[in-house]
Nanobody, 115 residues
């Protein structure tokens, strides 16, 4: 089992920044992909960014140049640095981890961007 706990969400103005954190615990040695998803009201959950165990990263086109995903293996923590926030970035952001057998999700953290 893997447990994921997000933190760092909040209310910010357009153009502001946030850093989301995802603390992982449990059997993380088998995780192959780490990522962030988001779900806005009335919309499907979408991939924001992910990083595979070898270290390659992938970012959605809508966030390239503004979001940065990173991991601190020593702290078992993943981060999402969000800059130049826009109102359309408003959503619940979820931490995700995938092993060959299953997917794991955090409880989500709300990001609200005011215009």
């Amino acid at each position: 089992q893997v447990q994921l706990v997000e933190s760092g969400g909040g209310l910010v103005q357009t153009g502001g920044s946030l850093r989301l954190s995802c603390a992982a615990s449990g059997s993380i040695f088998n995780i192959k992909i780490w990522g962030w998803y988001r779900q806005a009201p009335g919309k499907q959950r979408e991939l924001v960014a992910d990083v595979s165990s070898p270290g390659s990263t992938n970012l959605a086109n809508s966030v390239k140049g503004r979001f940065t995903i990173s991991r601190d293996n020593a702290k078992n923590t993943m981060y999402l640095q969000i800059d130049s926030l826009k109102p359309e970035d408003t959503a619940v952001y979820y931490c995700h981890a995938a092993s060959p057998a299953r997917n794991y999700w955090g409880q989500g953290t709300q990001v609200t961007v005011s215009s």
